[in-house]
């Protein structure tokens, strides 16, 4: 069984930042990448950046510039440094793992509880 356990949302004012982070426990045995998806209300769900083991990474058009993702490979915990924050940037923020589990070494494709960002004066 994988936990995922997400932190660092919040309220924060236009050009403010925050650091959001996700870590994974359990049962993985690898991680191949781990990222950040957001939905806003009436949207659906889209990527924002995301990495893998080897720290290739991949930004929305939106962010590049402004978000910066990392991720500690012992801890198994991704972060994502929000800097420049604008109102279309609120939404609920996701966390995604792919990754090895369990004795068997299953594919694991799981989804965080999501924390919300909220970009407001």
């Known amino acids: 069984q994988v936990r995922l356990v997400e932190s660092g949302g919040g309220l924060v004012q236009p050009g403010g930042s925050l650091r959001l982070s996700c870590t994974a426990s359990?049962?993985?045995?690898?991680?191949?990448?781990m990222g950040w998806y957001r939905q806003a209300p009436g949207n659906e769900r889209e990527l924002v950046a995301r990495i893998t083991r080897g720290g290739t990474t991949d930004y929305a058009d939106s962010v590049k510039g402004r978000f910066t993702i990392s991720m500690d490979n012992p801890s198994n915990t991704v972060y994502l440094q929000m800097n420049s924050l604008k109102p279309e940037d609120t939404a609920v923020y996701y966390c995604?793992?792919?990754?090895?589990?369990?004795?068997?070494?299953?594919?694991?494709?799981?989804w965080g509880q999501g924390t919300a960002v909220t970009v407001s004066s």
């Open positions: 995604n793992v792919v990754a090895v589990q369990g004795p068997l070494f299953k594919a694991y494709n799981g």
């Open positions: 359990g049962s993985i045995r690898s991680i191949n990448s």
